[in-house]
T-cell receptor, first 116, second 113 residues
Framework: NAGVTQTPKFQVLKTGQSMTLQCAQD?????MSWYRQDPGMGLRLIHY???????DQGEVPNGYNVSRSTTEDFPLRLLSAAPSQTSVYFC???????????????FGSGTRLTVV | DAKTTQPTSMDCAEGRAANLPCNHS???????VYWYRQIHSQGPQYIIH???NNETNEMASLIITEDRKSSTLILPHATLRDTAVYYC??????????????FGKGTLLTVNP
């Protein structure tokens, strides 16, 4: 039981390049989400998914795409990277959207992305 | 969702109690107070939650005022490993929009030797 696995851990991109941040969980969680964390800004929700085939936008979705073809995987795509997307990205999962919050979230270890 | 206000940073001596305040004056009757913490470079970790009564677990205690407009997270004997950003979040327990959980800026607690 690996929990939430994010790859890569570090990535440097040039402006305009595209890439996909991978997130996989093996806990059969229905709900998965992506956050970005910038210095002094806390964690901000980018996109989330309440189940396979269902995705929706969070508070900062611009510049990012997601899909959820399986329960296990929730990749985050940057179509044309910009320096403003330099951040630490966390993937998180919960059993379902209605799981009481005190059961908490399971977070991945993060991906540190730098766009130059 | 009720907004929360926390100090930007606090210091605490190792072995002493750390008291982290949170104001949530617009909290609704069905909203809980949750505390998470984020140790450097890791994802947030759930600590404790409460509705009206004070709560205690193996990690911390949560004191909620009678009018529920503020609360205090207490780490009774802070260690260097408790240095982290602590987030106070007010949400309903389940359902609603609580799945769109967003973490504010939190309080950076630095435990000094």
């Amino acid at each position: 039981n690996a929990g939430v696995t994010q790859t890569p851990k570090f990535q440097v991109l040039k402006t305009g390049q595209s890439m996909t941040l991978q997130c996989a969980q093996d806990m059969n969680h229905e709900y998965m989400s992506w956050y970005r964390q910038d210095p002094g800004m806390g964690l901000r929700l980018i996109h989330y998914s309440v189940g396979a085939g269902i995705t929706d936008q969070g508070e900062v979705p611009n510049g990012y795409n997601v899909s959820r073809s399986t329960t296990e995987d929730f990749p985050l795509r940057l179509l044309s990277a910009a320096p403003s997307q330099t951040s630490v990205y966390f993937c998180a999962s919960r059993k379902s959207r209605d799981t009481p919050l005190h059961y908490g979230y399971t977070f991945g270890s993060g991906t540190r992305l730098t766009v130059v | 969702d009720a907004k929360t206000t926390q100090p930007t940073s606090m210091d605490c001596a190792e072995g002493r109690a750390a008291n982290l305040p949170c104001n949530h004056s617009t909290i609704s009757g069905n909203e809980y107070v949750y505390w998470y913490r984020q140790i450097h470079s890791q994802g947030p970790q759930y600590i404790i939650h409460g509705l009206k009564n004070n709560e205690t677990n193996e990690m911390a205690s949560l004191i909620i005022t009678e009018d529920r407009k503020s609360s205090t997270l207490i780490l009774p004997h802070a260690t260097l490993r408790d240095t982290a950003v602590y987030y106070c979040i007010v949400r309903v327990n389940s359902g609603g929009s609580n799945y769109k959980l967003t973490f504010g800026k939190g309080t950076l607690l630095t435990v000094n030797p």
